[in-house]
């Protein structure tokens, strides 16, 4: 699937206006799981997606503050064909509200893994150097998301997922 999804990014300001939707989609995505766990009563997975939800928003921040004057095409204006499927954007069809936390986990995950493919192949390409250099910072950042996801994902494996007949158990109260 390498580059295959890639719209063409021959700018910088290309760049900013995808990067900024891909975090945005991210720190939705995230808020999204948060509100999930917490319907589960599990406090602790739905403080690390909001701790997410805030990285990435912040992330979208500061990409909106590099970007200047160029801005980040609020509407989607240079996003173009992907408006509607950034890689970071999730499938909130397949987000079921009784989601359990590691398929929530194998959610995030996927998101991640593609907007790293996409800044990896954008680095790859045959792009300026701004924009690759760019590519490439944003791509560590998604290196350390989609690794802390496999550590979560350790820690909810899927058999923690259905507990039928022990409802109450993530609760302290
Ligand atoms: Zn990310």
């Not at 069809?93 to 991640?112: F, G, K, N, T, V």
């Not at 490439?136 to 802390?148: D, I, M």
Request: aromatic letters at 6%; proline letters at 6%.
């Amino acid at each position: 699937m390498s580059g295959a999804n890639v719209p063409p990014v021959t700018s910088v300001a290309a760049l900013y206006g995808i990067a900024h939707r891909i975090e945005a989609d991210a720190a939705e995505r995230y808020a999204m799981l948060a509100d999930q766990m917490e319907t589960h009563n599990n406090l602790d997975l739905a403080r690390m997606f909001r701790d997410l939800a805030r990285a990435e928003r912040l992330h979208a921040d500061k990409i909106r503050e590099l970007a200047g004057a160029i801005g980040v095409g609020d509407d989607g204006g240079p996003i173009g064909p992907w408006k509607a499927d950034s890689p970071e954007s999730v499938d909130l069809y397949a987000a079921r509200y009784d989601m359990s936390p590691h398929e929530a986990l194998r959610m995030a995950l996927a998101a991640e893994e593609r907007a790293l493919a996409f800044y990896t192949d954008l680095a790859a390409s045959k792009v300026d150097r701004t924009v690759r250099d760019l590519a490439t910072s944003f791509a560590a950042e998604e290196r350390e998301h989609v690794a802390l996801c496999h550590r979560l994902l350790e820690r909810y494996p899927p058999a923690s997922a259905a507990r039928p007949g022990d409802p109450d158990a993530p609760g302290d109260r």
